[in-house]
């Protein structure tokens, strides 16, 4: 995001805001000393929850240049041009209409600023071994439950669509033969009982699904992955 002393960040989607709190310490090491104001960097940032947002400004209480805001993405209550980067991790998928998410984080950045977002693409979503068809209805059962689950693959053209130049796309796959964390992380379980709930697979299907996942994972064979996609570019005409 070439951050430095003075930047003025906006990031979407901050949750517990610990991003949030890392980039005002990148932007000034005095962050701690002194309020907001227009001289000195600062960090906006907003998400779409309460409870969130509570948390959050708990968490960094002791940081006068990061600045809480509720605010639906889709719709950022800021002009046109004020904040000199913007920044988004894994939040588009969440959002119904990430495209135009998109286009409010780019159209709050100044001429010259950078979006930098990171989402993943639940269509590289992949699970070993299993039955080709049961395991291909359970990994998309999985992505479908993400509004924008493919919005990895679009961030780079959207960009260009957008007119943003030096644009750097870094694929990024995460992987895990520990099947204990796949569940955790990607509601295996749950997932294998809704699809069994909403008449993708038979009970059958499911169960023997999960066994072999769990021989696998005896037997040292289980894996997964996914990969996501870290897109940045800079705002100006091409």
């Known amino acids: 995001m070439n951050l430095g002393p003075g930047s003025k960040i906006l990031e979407v989607g901050c949750g517990l805001g610990q991003d949030a709190k890392a980039i ?7 962050v701690y000393d002194r309020a907001l104001d227009d001289d000195g960097g600062f960090v906006v940032a907003v998400d779409a929850s309460r409870k969130m947002l509570k948390e959050a400004s708990i968490i960094a209480r002791n940081s006068n240049c990061v600045q809480y805001c509720l605010a ?3 719709q950022l209550p800021f002009g046109d041009g004020v904040f000199d980067g913007a920044r988004a991790d894994r939040v588009l998928q969440h959002v119904s209409e990430s495209k135009i998410a998109l286009g409010e984080m780019i159209r709050t950045v100044r001429e010259g600023g950078r979006v930098v977002v990171y989402e993943p693409d639940w269509g590289t979503f992949i699970i070993s071994p299993g039955k080709r068809e049961v395991s291909r209805t359970m990994i998309q059962l999985f992505g479908d439950t993400f509004p924008s689950g493919w919005i990895g693959r679009q961030l780079p053209g959207l960009l260009r669509k957008e007119r943003l130049r030096n644009i750097q796309v870094e694929p990024q796959t995460f992987f895990t033969c520990d099947l204990p964390l796949a569940d955790q992380v990607f509601d295996l379980a749950n997932n294998a009982r809704r699809a069994v709930e909403m008449g993708c697979v038979l009970q059958s299907q499911a169960a023997e699904w999960l066994e072999e996942l769990e021989r696998a994972r005896r037997q040292g064979c289980f ?3 996914y990969t996501g996609f870290l897109v940045c570019g800079e705002k100006g005409r091409m």
Do not use: N, Q
């Open 223 to 225: 894996f997964c992955s």
């Open 72 to 74: 639906d993405a889709r």
């Open 24 to 30: 005002a310490r990148m932007i000034d090491s005095r």
